[in-house]
Each structure stands twice: as structure tokens, then as C-alpha cells.
């Protein structure tokens, strides 16, 4: 009798939960940093789950994230495993690169600091 479990396609063992690279969480946390600085983001959340990992940004602590920075591997080959997602719900942007998807919020700073 074969007891072996099924590997997904992702390569991960089916109890693995999902997260942020150390390069991944560097270029979110530059971001981050700046947002800070320039006073629109006041707290941080990260959570690591089974099919994704998610960043939760806040303006203030005692609130709902204004925006979720989403990484699922599964959707590398389609659309991408990074996403933006917004207040929402709504998906700012996707894609495979997390540096162009960050961009979406950077156009936030420069509107912030102008």
C-alpha cells in the first residue's frame, strides 16, 4: 500500500507555510522605511500562511490594512505570486517581479512628498 503524500507542484511538503525571502521582505521593508519617514504608514503585519504570505501595511495600528502586499507561489506561472492589494479588496497590481509590483506604492510616496 503506498502511503506516500503528494507533493504540490510548488515543491513544498504539504504542512510548509509560505513566506517571505529575506531579499523579499529587504525590498518591502525599504519601502516601508520611506512610507514611515514620509509619515503615511505607521505599523507593519506579516503573516505566514499555507498558500501565502502576506504583508499587511496600517495607517494606524487599531485599524484594517490599507494595503496587503501578497505573495503566492502558486500563481508564479500564471499572473505572478506578488500582489498589491488595496482597502478593498481591489488588486492594485500583479506580477512575477515584487520590485515592479512595489511600484504602485512608490507613486503613493512621490504624491506624499510633492
Known amino acids: 500500500m503506498n502511503t506516500h503524500t503528494p507533493v504540490p507542484l510548488t515543491g513544498q511538503a504539504p ?14 521593508m525599504g519601502l516601508y522605511g ?16 499555507r498558500e501565502v504570505a502576506i504583508f499587511s501595511i496600517f495607517r494606524r495600528t487599531a485599524e484594517h490594512p490599507i494595503y496587503r502586499i501578497e505573495k503566492r507561489p502558486r500563481l508564479a506561472l500564471r499572473q505572478g505570486q506578488y500582489s498589491v492589494i488595496g ?28
Open 34 to 49: 520611506r512610507m514611515v519617514a514620509a509619515g503615511e504608514w505607521r505599523d507593519y503585519g506579516i503573516s505566514s500562511l
Open 87 to 114: 482597502m478593498d479588496g481591489r488588486i492594485l497590481k500583479r506580477g512575477h517581479d515584487l520590485k515592479s509590483v512595489l511600484r504602485v506604492l512608490e507613486r503613493k510616496l512621490i504624491r506624499a512628498v510633492e
Open 15 to 28: 504542512d510548509d507555510k509560505v513566506h517571505f525571502q529575506r531579499r523579499e521582505l529587504g525590498a518591502i
